[in-house]
């Protein structure tokens, strides 16, 4: 069993930057992979980026147009998600999930795990 607790979250304003962190408990972290996902009331969750079990490999929402990072450090058990230029329209509760496997994937339905969330406002 996996236990993910993100953590970052907040209000700011528009075009500034946020880091958000998930720690993982358990032994098996570095061999899953990993993602992020986003949602707002009455949407659907949906996906934010992925990476695979070293960090090798990322996969991100076309949406992003380049302004978010993800990262994962797999000795300290945690993922992180690096949000620039952040938009009015970036506001969500972000979610980390964990898979698995450990190939990146895009849907919620890879994931076998899921945090709480963590809220983010952004301001215009």
């Known amino acids: 069993q996996v236990q993910l607790v993100e953590s970052g979250g907040g209000l700011v304003q528009a075009g500034d930057s946020l880091r958000l962190s998930c720690t993982a408990s358990?032994?098996?972290?570095?061999?899953?992979?990993m993602g992020w996902f986003r949602q707002t009331p009455g949407k659907e969750r949906e996906f934010v980026a992925a990476i695979n079990w070293n960090g090798g490999r990322t996969s991100y929402a076309d949406s992003l147009e380049g302004r978010f990072t993800i990262s994962r450090d797999n000795a300290k058990n945690t993922m992180y998600l690096q949000m620039n230029s952040l938009k009015p329209e970036d506001t969500a509760v972000y979610y980390c999930?964990?898979?698995?496997?450990?190939?990146?994937?895009?849907?919620?339905?890879?994931?076998?795990?899921w945090g709480q969330g963590t809220q983010v406002t952004v301001s215009s």
């Open positions: 358990g032994r098996t972290f570095s061999s899953y992979a």
């Open positions: 999930a964990a898979r698995r496997s450990p190939i990146v994937a895009a849907t919620t339905t890879k994931y076998d795990y």
